[in-house]
């Protein structure tokens, strides 16, 4: 960790702003050529070609740097109190920075942050965006580009899907992911040991293959259960597995409706028709409490669930890997452009993209790790009580290696999001396909429009 922060603050030239007392580095200043007449001693001559042999980069890497020398203060803002975790874990390491944290309303937030940018009056040195909307920002000129703390670098071993997520649309690393959020079926043992005949999240994939096998089985456990259980959630659901292995429905500023998407409409009403489907709101008390009962075997959920009723069910909860990968939320970390801080932003992003803020973020605060190669470390020997003792992170590298590295864009969730409604509201309506089709075009157009159609 002390080798490539030292690494990351030369290739910035930031050590003067930051490291003062620091001076005690192995690597001596240059000093005078001896006059012509003045010998020098054999050991100087000695140590001086020992010097000048020595790579730049070995001195470096020998260099210390010891954190409690680090000083200054730093403006973060957060829309959620989750940001308290990473302040407090950088100052168990660097514990002379002062961090001055906000915290705001999630619809709060996102006004303030724009307008604080808009007028370039008393934004924060660091301020996180939300998955929904960080693409809306992160081409502006005031959000920097972290190449300049050598981003690439300090995140190679991240998922691919996670790097791509990070780029504003001219491939420029904008913001800086700390967890990753991949979707999961999430499912109670007790209640798929009954109806499915296994809590094996292993064998809950390979039975759950594709939408017809889906819609099969939950009809079968309908009729089992007297129409007592469902299966499944409801259609808009099946968006969120299978969003993100299709190609964008708007890219490069034009939509184009794929077979991929014209086929999951198919799909979405065939489990309408389905006595698969709950059709229960996502994310609503009736759709939680189903779950929580075992009335509805899984729920669509990504890593960071709030819905489990952990004193009912501690223990008894699984997770299964889709057939597709997908992911939903996250937290994109930026730095002002405009700030004259970015030396301790950079220190900041530094620590929390470290394999030991991942390997702590996951083992204190159940955060799957941005870094494949910590997850692979961890999963090695996990399992987690509250699962069951599933290896929880077995899981997740599955979901994980099978994400697409798309770099998202404005468009991207938005469309998601508003192909789900559009879909559903129309097949509930009756409605054909190009009806469906044409209805979205024309909410998409109402909302951007900017956007090429056909």
Avoid at 50 to 64: D, G, I, L, R, V
């Amino acid at each position: 960790m002390k080798k490539k922060l030292l690494a990351v603050l030369l290739s910035a030239a930031m050590t003067v702003g930051i490291l003062a007392g620091c001076g005690n580095s192995k690597t001596e200043p240059k000093q005078e050529a001896p006059a012509a007449d003045q010998a020098a001693e054999p050991e100087d001559t000695a140590a001086a070609d020992q010097a000048e042999s020595e790579e730049p980069e070995t001195q470096e890497e020998n260099a210390e740097v010891d954190p409690a020398l680090v000083t200054g203060e730093i403006t973060y803002w957060s829309f959620t109190d989750y940001a308290n975790n990473l302040v407090k874990e950088f100052n168990e390491v660097y514990p002379n920075v002062t961090i001055d944290l906000q915290v705001f309303g999630g619809d709060e937030y996102k006004t303030k942050i724009l307008t604080a940018l808009q007028s370039q009056d008393g934004v924060p040195d660091l301020f996180d965006l939300e998955e929904g909307y960080i693409y809306e920002f992160l081409d502006s000129d005031l959000i920097a580009d972290l190449s300049y703390m050598n981003i690439d670098e300090l995140t190679k071993d991240y998922y691919e899907f996670q790097r791509a997520s990070m780029k504003d649309s001219n491939g420029n690393f904008k913001s800086l992911l700390f967890q990753s959020s991949p979707v999961a079926f999430w499912y109670l043992r007790d209640a798929c040991e009954e109806w499915l005949g296994t809590s094996d999240p292993d064998e809950i994939s390979v039975m759950l293959t594709d939408w017809d096998k889906i819609i099969a089985k939950g009809e079968e456990i309908y009729e089992k259960s007297n129409g007592e259980v469902y299966l499944w959630p409801g259609m808009g659901e099946m968006v969120k597995v299978n969003a993100f292995s299709y190609d964008p429905l708007v890219r490069d500023g034009k939509l184009e409706i794929t077979d991929d998407w014209m086929s999951l409409i198919d799909n979405m009403r065939k489990m309408y028709d389905s006595k698969a489907n709950a059709e229960l709101g996502a994310w609503s008390s009736e759709w939680a409490a189903a779950w929580n009962e075992g009335k509805l075997l899984f729920r669509v959920m990504p890593s960071w669930d709030f819905f489990t009723d952990w004193e009912t069910n501690k223990g008894n909860v699984g997770v299964a890997a889709p057939f597709d990968a997908s992911y939903e939320g996250g937290t994109g970390v930026c730095v002002y452009n405009n700030s004259d801080k970015k030396d301790l932003a950079a220190l900041f992003l530094t620590y929390i993209a470290s394999d030991d803020f991942q390997k702590v973020n996951m083992e204190n605060y159940n955060q799957i790790p941005a870094s494949k190669p910590v997850c692979d470390e961890l999963a090695e020997n996990f399992a987690a009580e509250d699962f069951g003792g599933q290896n929880l992170l077995a899981t997740y590298s599955v979901i994980c290696d099978k994400i697409a590295g798309i770099t998202p864009d404005k468009y991207t969730r938005p469309t998601q999001n508003l192909f789900s409604k559009v879909v559903s509201n129309g097949i509930k309506e009756g409605q054909d396909n190009d009806t469906i089709i044409e209805n979205f075009k024309k909410e998409l157009k109402d909302q951007y429009p900017e956007v090429i159609m056909d």
